[in-house]
């Protein structure tokens, strides 16, 4: 489940806004920006920004076009089919898309 506050973040990184801009425009520190994006990041499988964007749109949470998931793609960005570690040590497998 996504706050409204990651839901903003996410989109703000998708359209390419740093850290630091994100926490400007949020008026929130940099450090709890990095937080909400490592806790999407760990639900998800993904080992990126990039990564948790791409997935993000194969889901349908952002709206993307094809050309830009092509983009993502193409520059290598993929989810990892791996298996992670949790933060308690459990395996979690990220879901495939739909």
Partial sequence: ML???DLQIL????????VA?????SGRSKRT?????????????ARTNPGLVYIAC??????TSRRALSHLESKGVRPTPERS??????????????
């Fill in 58 to 63: 194969c889901y349908g949470v952002l709206s």
């Fill in 3 to 5: 706050t409204p506050f």
């Fill in 85 to 98: 570690e949790g933060r308690r040590g459990k395996a979690r497998v990220p879901p495939s898309p739909p």
């Fill in 21 to 25: 801009e994100m926490a400007a425009l």
């Fill in 33 to 45: 920006v990095e937080f909400h994006l490592w806790r999407m990041r760990l639900r998800v499988g």
């Fill in 11 to 18: 989109t703000w990184l998708a359209q390419g806004l740093s």
